[in-house]
Protein backbone atom coordinates (compact mmCIF):
# COMPACT_ATOMS: atom_id res chain seq x y z
CA UNK A 1 0.00 0.00 0.00
CA UNK A 2 2.86 1.84 0.72
CA UNK A 3 4.53 1.42 -2.68
CA UNK A 4 1.45 1.94 -4.47
CA UNK A 5 0.64 5.16 -2.39
CA UNK A 6 4.07 6.88 -3.57
CA UNK A 7 3.37 6.29 -6.63
CA UNK A 8 0.65 7.84 -6.92
CA UNK A 9 1.87 10.82 -5.45
CA UNK A 10 4.92 11.06 -7.79
CA UNK A 11 2.81 10.65 -11.18
CA UNK A 12 2.29 14.71 -11.53
CA UNK A 13 6.20 15.06 -10.78
CA UNK A 14 6.64 12.36 -13.69
CA UNK A 15 4.75 14.79 -16.60
CA UNK A 16 7.81 17.31 -16.14
CA UNK A 17 10.72 14.65 -17.40
CA UNK A 18 8.11 13.35 -20.21
CA UNK A 19 7.67 16.71 -21.11
CA UNK A 20 11.82 16.91 -21.81
CA UNK A 21 11.72 13.73 -23.48
CA UNK A 22 8.75 14.68 -25.81
CA UNK A 23 10.33 17.97 -26.74
CA UNK A 24 13.66 17.85 -25.23
CA UNK A 25 16.87 20.23 -24.76
CA UNK A 26 19.30 17.68 -24.50
CA UNK A 27 22.94 16.83 -26.01
CA UNK A 28 21.27 14.55 -28.74
CA UNK A 29 18.75 17.48 -29.78
CA UNK A 30 21.74 19.97 -29.96
CA UNK A 31 23.63 17.32 -31.88
CA UNK A 32 20.53 17.26 -34.16
CA UNK A 33 20.40 20.87 -34.68
CA UNK A 34 24.07 21.16 -35.68
CA UNK A 35 24.02 18.93 -37.93
CA UNK A 36 21.30 20.11 -39.41
CA UNK A 37 22.52 23.60 -39.71
CA UNK A 38 25.72 22.04 -40.94
CA UNK A 39 23.83 20.30 -44.28
CA UNK A 40 21.96 23.70 -44.87
CA UNK A 41 25.17 25.52 -44.58
CA UNK A 42 26.92 23.45 -47.10
CA UNK A 43 23.76 23.72 -49.66
CA UNK A 44 24.15 27.26 -48.82
CA UNK A 45 27.49 27.06 -50.33
CA UNK A 46 27.01 24.26 -52.88
CA UNK A 47 24.00 23.83 -54.52
CA UNK A 48 22.66 26.42 -56.55
CA UNK A 49 19.40 28.04 -56.11
CA UNK A 50 19.31 26.49 -52.51
CA UNK A 51 17.86 29.92 -50.81
CA UNK A 52 15.17 30.38 -53.53
CA UNK A 53 11.60 30.83 -52.50
CA UNK A 54 10.82 27.70 -54.97
CA UNK A 55 13.44 25.35 -53.27
CA UNK A 56 12.64 26.29 -49.80
CA UNK A 57 9.46 25.46 -49.93
CA UNK A 58 9.41 22.27 -51.93
CA UNK A 59 12.15 20.97 -48.93
CA UNK A 60 9.25 21.84 -46.32
CA UNK A 61 6.71 20.61 -47.80
CA UNK A 62 9.11 17.51 -48.16
CA UNK A 63 9.87 17.57 -45.12
CA UNK A 64 6.36 18.15 -43.82
CA UNK A 65 5.38 14.81 -45.02
CA UNK A 66 7.83 13.08 -43.96
CA UNK A 67 7.59 13.88 -40.25
CA UNK A 68 3.83 13.49 -40.17
CA UNK A 69 4.07 9.91 -40.82
CA UNK A 70 7.46 10.04 -38.66
CA UNK A 71 5.52 10.97 -35.59
CA UNK A 72 2.68 8.11 -36.15
CA UNK A 73 5.85 5.68 -36.66
CA UNK A 74 7.65 6.92 -33.65
CA UNK A 75 4.41 6.39 -31.54
CA UNK A 76 4.52 2.96 -32.93
CA UNK A 77 8.02 2.18 -32.68
CA UNK A 78 7.68 3.87 -28.73
CA UNK A 79 5.23 0.63 -27.93
CA UNK A 80 8.10 -1.81 -28.80
CA UNK A 81 6.45 -1.81 -32.25
CA UNK A 82 7.01 -1.18 -36.35
CA UNK A 83 4.65 -0.19 -39.26
CA UNK A 84 5.60 -1.03 -42.63
CA UNK A 85 2.31 -0.41 -44.37
CA UNK A 86 2.64 3.85 -43.87
CA UNK A 87 3.26 3.65 -47.25
CA UNK A 88 0.48 1.65 -48.58
CA UNK A 89 -2.14 3.70 -46.59
CA UNK A 90 -0.68 6.87 -48.03
CA UNK A 91 -1.54 5.39 -51.04
CA UNK A 92 -5.09 3.98 -50.81
CA UNK A 93 -5.78 7.33 -49.11
CA UNK A 94 -4.95 9.26 -51.99
CA UNK A 95 -6.52 7.43 -54.37
CA UNK A 96 -10.11 7.47 -52.50
CA UNK A 97 -9.98 10.95 -52.02
CA UNK A 98 -9.82 11.81 -55.56
CA UNK A 99 -11.94 9.21 -56.74
CA UNK A 100 -14.94 10.36 -54.18
CA UNK A 101 -14.54 13.95 -55.50
CA UNK A 102 -13.93 13.62 -59.62
CA UNK A 103 -17.19 11.14 -59.42
CA UNK A 104 -20.57 12.58 -60.58
CA UNK A 105 -22.07 13.64 -57.45
CA UNK A 106 -18.37 15.32 -56.22
CA UNK A 107 -18.92 17.53 -59.42
CA UNK A 108 -22.82 18.50 -58.55
CA UNK A 109 -21.44 19.64 -55.14
CA UNK A 110 -17.81 20.20 -55.01
CA UNK A 111 -16.98 21.84 -52.01
CA UNK A 112 -19.13 19.14 -50.16
CA UNK A 113 -17.62 16.32 -51.83
CA UNK A 114 -14.47 17.65 -51.35
CA UNK A 115 -14.81 17.12 -47.27
CA UNK A 116 -16.41 13.87 -47.45
CA UNK A 117 -13.54 12.78 -49.78
CA UNK A 118 -11.38 13.90 -47.08
CA UNK A 119 -13.10 12.37 -44.07
CA UNK A 120 -13.77 8.68 -46.30
CA UNK A 121 -10.39 8.60 -46.74
CA UNK A 122 -8.83 9.39 -43.66
CA UNK A 123 -11.62 6.78 -42.08
CA UNK A 124 -9.95 4.59 -44.39
CA UNK A 125 -6.51 4.90 -43.06
CA UNK A 126 -8.09 5.09 -39.86
CA UNK A 127 -9.59 1.60 -40.66
CA UNK A 128 -5.57 0.37 -41.82
CA UNK A 129 -4.57 1.18 -38.13
CA UNK A 130 -7.09 -0.59 -36.30
CA UNK A 131 -6.30 -3.79 -38.44
CA UNK A 132 -2.96 -3.53 -37.99
CA UNK A 133 -3.87 -3.01 -34.47
CA UNK A 134 -5.97 -5.75 -33.44
CA UNK A 135 -3.31 -8.14 -35.24
CA UNK A 136 -0.46 -6.87 -32.94
CA UNK A 137 -2.15 -6.48 -29.89
CA UNK A 138 -5.12 -8.82 -29.57
CA UNK A 139 -4.03 -11.90 -32.02
CA UNK A 140 -0.07 -11.10 -31.01
CA UNK A 141 0.95 -11.41 -34.56
CA UNK A 142 4.70 -9.76 -34.86
CA UNK A 143 4.23 -5.79 -35.90
CA UNK A 144 6.58 -6.73 -38.98
CA UNK A 145 4.40 -9.73 -39.71
CA UNK A 146 1.21 -7.73 -39.21
CA UNK A 147 1.75 -4.69 -41.22
CA UNK A 148 3.82 -6.35 -44.08
CA UNK A 149 0.05 -7.61 -44.77
CA UNK A 150 -1.25 -3.91 -45.59
CA UNK A 151 2.55 -3.17 -47.15
CA UNK A 152 1.15 -5.85 -49.79
CA UNK A 153 -1.94 -5.43 -50.19
CA UNK A 154 -2.72 -2.07 -49.21
CA UNK A 155 -0.96 -0.65 -52.72
CA UNK A 156 -2.68 -3.23 -54.66
CA UNK A 157 -5.97 -2.46 -53.66
CA UNK A 158 -5.52 1.36 -54.31
CA UNK A 159 -4.17 0.72 -57.71
CA UNK A 160 -7.59 -1.83 -58.15
CA UNK A 161 -9.34 0.84 -57.07
CA UNK A 162 -7.62 3.51 -59.76
CA UNK A 163 -7.56 0.51 -62.58
CA UNK A 164 -3.85 1.70 -62.09
CA UNK A 165 -4.41 5.10 -63.68
CA UNK A 166 -3.06 8.59 -63.19
CA UNK A 167 -5.96 10.58 -61.61
CA UNK A 168 -5.20 14.26 -62.51
CA UNK A 169 -7.58 16.91 -61.03
CA UNK A 170 -8.27 20.37 -60.37
CA UNK A 171 -9.90 21.15 -56.70
CA UNK A 172 -8.45 24.26 -55.24
CA UNK A 173 -10.28 23.21 -51.97
CA UNK A 174 -8.46 20.07 -51.89
CA UNK A 175 -5.50 21.22 -53.13
CA UNK A 176 -5.02 24.03 -50.51
CA UNK A 177 -3.54 20.89 -48.36
CA UNK A 178 -0.82 20.46 -50.22
CA UNK A 179 -0.22 24.21 -51.89
CA UNK A 180 -2.15 26.68 -49.73
CA UNK A 181 -0.31 29.08 -47.90
CA UNK A 182 -0.63 30.16 -43.95
CA UNK A 183 1.04 33.74 -43.64
CA UNK A 184 3.31 32.92 -46.42
CA UNK A 185 4.57 29.40 -45.33
CA UNK A 186 2.93 26.22 -46.65
CA UNK A 187 0.01 25.12 -45.14
CA UNK A 188 1.41 21.49 -44.12
CA UNK A 189 4.41 23.02 -42.49
CA UNK A 190 1.91 24.87 -39.97
CA UNK A 191 0.05 21.48 -39.57
CA UNK A 192 3.68 19.56 -38.65
CA UNK A 193 3.47 22.26 -35.92
CA UNK A 194 0.12 21.61 -34.46
CA UNK A 195 0.17 17.71 -34.66
CA UNK A 196 4.20 17.94 -33.18
CA UNK A 197 2.68 20.20 -30.09
CA UNK A 198 -0.34 18.47 -29.52
CA UNK A 199 1.15 14.81 -30.08
CA UNK A 200 3.74 16.12 -27.49
CA UNK A 201 1.58 17.25 -24.95
CA UNK A 202 0.07 13.93 -24.91
CA UNK A 203 2.95 12.32 -24.25
CA UNK A 204 3.61 14.81 -21.33
CA UNK A 205 0.21 15.58 -19.57
CA UNK A 206 -1.86 12.75 -20.28
CA UNK A 207 -2.65 9.07 -18.87
CA UNK A 208 -1.82 7.64 -22.21
CA UNK A 209 1.35 9.05 -22.48
CA UNK A 210 2.23 7.60 -19.72
CA UNK A 211 1.11 4.15 -20.31
CA UNK A 212 2.47 4.51 -24.24
CA UNK A 213 6.28 4.75 -22.79
CA UNK A 214 5.25 2.03 -19.82
CA UNK A 215 4.23 -0.18 -22.48
CA UNK A 216 7.56 0.25 -24.59
CA UNK A 217 9.71 0.25 -21.97
CA UNK A 218 8.57 -2.80 -20.39
CA UNK A 219 5.47 -4.45 -21.60
CA UNK A 220 4.85 -6.90 -18.56
CA UNK A 221 5.58 -4.72 -15.84
CA UNK A 222 2.99 -2.42 -17.41
CA UNK A 223 0.06 -4.92 -17.73
CA UNK A 224 1.17 -6.18 -14.16
CA UNK A 225 0.65 -2.28 -12.96
CA UNK A 226 -2.86 -2.07 -14.56
CA UNK A 227 -2.05 -0.42 -18.33
CA UNK A 228 -4.32 -1.39 -20.59
CA UNK A 229 -1.46 -2.61 -23.24
CA UNK A 230 -3.70 -3.78 -25.42
CA UNK A 231 -5.80 -0.17 -26.16
CA UNK A 232 -2.33 1.30 -25.77
CA UNK A 233 -1.09 -0.30 -28.84
CA UNK A 234 -3.85 -0.30 -30.73
CA UNK A 235 -4.43 3.48 -30.58
CA UNK A 236 -0.78 3.95 -31.47
CA UNK A 237 -1.20 2.04 -34.72
CA UNK A 238 -4.51 4.12 -35.60
CA UNK A 239 -3.06 7.20 -34.93
CA UNK A 240 0.11 6.19 -37.04
CA UNK A 241 -2.49 4.85 -39.91
CA UNK A 242 -4.33 8.61 -39.65
CA UNK A 243 -1.05 10.39 -40.03
CA UNK A 244 0.09 8.17 -42.65
CA UNK A 245 -3.71 8.77 -44.05
CA UNK A 246 -3.36 12.74 -44.07
CA UNK A 247 0.15 12.75 -45.39
CA UNK A 248 -1.01 10.93 -48.71
CA UNK A 249 -3.70 13.38 -49.02
CA UNK A 250 -0.95 16.13 -48.43
CA UNK A 251 1.14 14.40 -51.52
CA UNK A 252 -1.79 14.03 -53.98
CA UNK A 253 -2.72 17.91 -53.03
CA UNK A 254 0.97 18.95 -53.73
CA UNK A 255 1.16 16.89 -56.88
CA UNK A 256 -2.96 17.49 -57.89
CA UNK A 257 -2.74 14.19 -58.75
CA UNK A 258 -2.69 10.44 -57.81
CA UNK A 259 -0.68 7.91 -58.56
CA UNK A 260 -1.31 4.76 -56.76
CA UNK A 261 1.90 2.97 -57.75
CA UNK A 262 3.91 5.75 -56.66
CA UNK A 263 2.30 7.63 -53.91
CA UNK A 264 3.84 6.92 -50.22
CA UNK A 265 6.62 4.68 -52.20
CA UNK A 266 9.39 3.66 -49.21
CA UNK A 267 8.18 6.44 -47.15
CA UNK A 268 8.23 3.61 -44.15
CA UNK A 269 11.78 4.18 -44.79
CA UNK A 270 11.92 7.86 -44.63
CA UNK A 271 9.67 7.49 -41.25
CA UNK A 272 11.63 4.84 -39.74
CA UNK A 273 14.78 6.43 -40.74
CA UNK A 274 13.53 10.08 -38.96
CA UNK A 275 12.05 8.44 -35.88
CA UNK A 276 15.29 6.65 -35.05
CA UNK A 277 17.97 9.12 -36.11
CA UNK A 278 15.56 11.70 -33.99
CA UNK A 279 15.86 9.29 -30.75
CA UNK A 280 13.30 6.94 -30.87
CA UNK A 281 14.57 3.44 -29.40
CA UNK A 282 13.52 0.65 -31.43
CA UNK A 283 13.04 -1.46 -28.06
CA UNK A 284 10.18 0.96 -27.60
CA UNK A 285 9.88 3.09 -24.31
CA UNK A 286 10.68 6.36 -25.99
CA UNK A 287 9.02 9.27 -28.39
CA UNK A 288 10.94 12.39 -28.52
CA UNK A 289 8.73 14.35 -31.09
CA UNK A 290 11.10 17.20 -31.34
CA UNK A 291 13.89 15.01 -32.58
CA UNK A 292 11.64 13.31 -34.85
CA UNK A 293 11.09 16.91 -36.54
CA UNK A 294 14.79 17.55 -36.32
CA UNK A 295 15.29 13.70 -38.08
CA UNK A 296 12.86 14.27 -40.90
CA UNK A 297 14.38 17.51 -42.12
CA UNK A 298 17.94 15.85 -42.08
CA UNK A 299 16.77 13.11 -44.13
CA UNK A 300 14.94 15.10 -46.84
CA UNK A 301 17.92 17.69 -46.72
CA UNK A 302 20.32 14.91 -47.25
CA UNK A 303 18.51 13.15 -50.06
CA UNK A 304 17.96 17.11 -51.52
CA UNK A 305 21.58 17.37 -51.35
CA UNK A 306 22.81 14.11 -53.04
CA UNK A 307 20.03 14.50 -55.67
CA UNK A 308 20.70 18.84 -56.01
CA UNK A 309 24.67 17.88 -56.62
CA UNK A 310 24.17 15.03 -59.39
CA UNK A 311 24.07 11.80 -56.94
CA UNK A 312 21.95 9.15 -58.27
CA UNK A 313 18.58 8.39 -56.35
CA UNK A 314 19.49 4.95 -55.70
CA UNK A 315 22.61 5.91 -54.24
CA UNK A 316 20.69 8.25 -51.84
CA UNK A 317 18.22 5.16 -50.62
CA UNK A 318 21.89 3.38 -49.59
CA UNK A 319 22.97 6.49 -47.63
CA UNK A 320 19.19 6.54 -46.07
CA UNK A 321 20.21 3.08 -45.43
CA UNK A 322 23.44 3.76 -43.92
CA UNK A 323 22.01 6.25 -41.68
CA UNK A 324 19.36 4.18 -39.98
CA UNK A 325 22.25 1.30 -39.53
CA UNK A 326 24.42 4.13 -37.90
CA UNK A 327 21.91 5.07 -35.77
CA UNK A 328 20.84 1.78 -34.49
CA UNK A 329 24.33 0.82 -34.14
CA UNK A 330 24.61 4.68 -31.48
CA UNK A 331 21.94 3.55 -29.44
CA UNK A 332 23.23 -0.30 -28.87
CA UNK A 333 24.64 -0.32 -25.28
CA UNK A 334 28.10 -0.49 -25.74
CA UNK A 335 28.49 -4.03 -24.07
CA UNK A 336 26.10 -5.38 -26.37
CA UNK A 337 28.79 -4.74 -29.76
Known sequence: MTSLHSSRQATPRSASPRWRQAMPVNPRSLALLVALLALILFNVAITPNFLEWQTLSVNVSQVSTIAIVAIGMTLVIATGGIDLSVGAVMALAGALAPLIFLSEFGQQAPLAMTLVAIVVALAVAVACGLFNGVLVSRFGVQPII?????????????????NGNLQTFDNPAFEFLGAGRLLGLPFQGWLVVVIALVVAWVIARTRYGRYLLATGGNPQAARMAGVPVTRVKLAAYTSCAL????????????????????????????????????????????????GVILGAAIIQLVRYT????????????????????????????????
Open 243 to 290: LAGLAGLITVAINSASDAAKNGNLMELDAIAAAVVGGALLKGGKAPIA
Open 306 to 337: LLANGVADEVALVVKAAIIVLAVYLQTPRGAH
Open 146 to 162: ATLVLFISGRGLAQVLT
